[in-house]
């Protein structure tokens, strides 16, 4: 952290850096932003935005079960059953008739129900409620090392099974005769992004988290020319509307989260005249 503060005061000699919770912020956007837009660009790919968000809502439920069972980070509970979570309604999606969409908002209902009906019971429901939208000024040194664990597990995610996401996204069948194996590609998907999610939660909030994963790549989406420009030009958005957002909200004195959100939806918006007919 010394290395990377020096770093800052000579290359950004801006005031807002001459506070440490702002150089954690700064830093914990560098590591937050392109990993969700790596995901976020899978995520679009494969028409899961609402799953993604339902990932989110499920966040409520694992920081009460940590509650409940008195786990001193509710963080770690919200981690492990934002996994179970996933896996569970991939599985149950898998099997049921009823339409994906609908399988995912009883799975998000019924979640951030529970979650609420068991803070509220153990008293904990405004305690936690600075969970829906997070706050991005609240980073410390540990949290950036758990950052950046999650994001280099997510590029060597990326690298590895990219191309049979891609596939699988593209067409089933064409997949499955490259001996690409769907059912696992979709359980550890699932997985992957639960964990994204979920690490992000306290920073970005539960009502925001899907915005950022899904703004900027579906941005690119609408400028991109290729698969690799695709992802580069997510990669790319997704820093720049997360330093922007935090230094606007810096100034403006708004909450982080939010700011970087609506600096994603103006890109978006201002994208969409170079989407091709």
Not at 75 to 81: G, H, P, S
Not at 145 to 174: I, K, Q
């Amino acid at each position: 952290m010394a290395l990377w503060n020096s770093i800052v005061e000579t290359l950004l000699p801006f005031s807002f850096l001459e506070y440490g919770f702002m150089r954690n912020a700064l830093l914990a956007v560098l590591l937050l932003c392109p990993t969700l837009a790596m995901m976020g660009t899978m995520v679009v790919n494969r028409s899961m935005a609402f799953f993604s968000d339902s990932l989110g809502h499920s966040a409520m439920t694992g920081m009460a079960l940590g509650v409940l069972f008195g786990i001193a980070d509710p963080m770690w509970a919200a981690m492990l059953f934002g996994v179970v979570f996933a896996v569970g309604l991939v599985w149950v999606k898998s099997r049921s008739a009823a339409s994906t969409d609908t399988t995912i908002s009883v799975f998000s209902a019924a979640a951030m129900a529970l979650g609420l009906v068991i803070l509220s019971v153990k008293g904990g429901l405004a305690k936690y409620a600075g969970y829906l939208v997070g706050d991005l000024l609240a980073v410390s040194a540990q949290d950036i090392g758990a950052l950046a664990v999650v994001a280099l597990l997510v590029l060597v995610y990326c690298v590895v099974a990219y191309n049979a996401l891609s596939l699988t996204s593209v067409n089933d069948a064409l997949a499955a005769s490259r001996g690409v194996n769907q059912r696992l590609v979709e359980y550890l998907f699932a997985v992957v992004v639960a964990a994204a999610v979920m690490v992000s939660i306290r920073w970005v909030g539960v009502l925001l988290i899907n915005a950022l994963l899904v703004l900027p790549a579906a941005a690119a989406r609408n400028v991109a020319r290729s698969v690799k420009g695709y992802f580069w030009i997510a990669v790319g958005l997704s820093l720049f509307c997360g330093v922007a957002g935090l230094v606007l909200s810096y100034y403006l004195g708004t909450a982080s989260g939010a700011t970087i959100v609506l600096i994603a939806a103006a890109a978006y918006f201002l994208t969409l005249p170079f989407v091709r007919r």
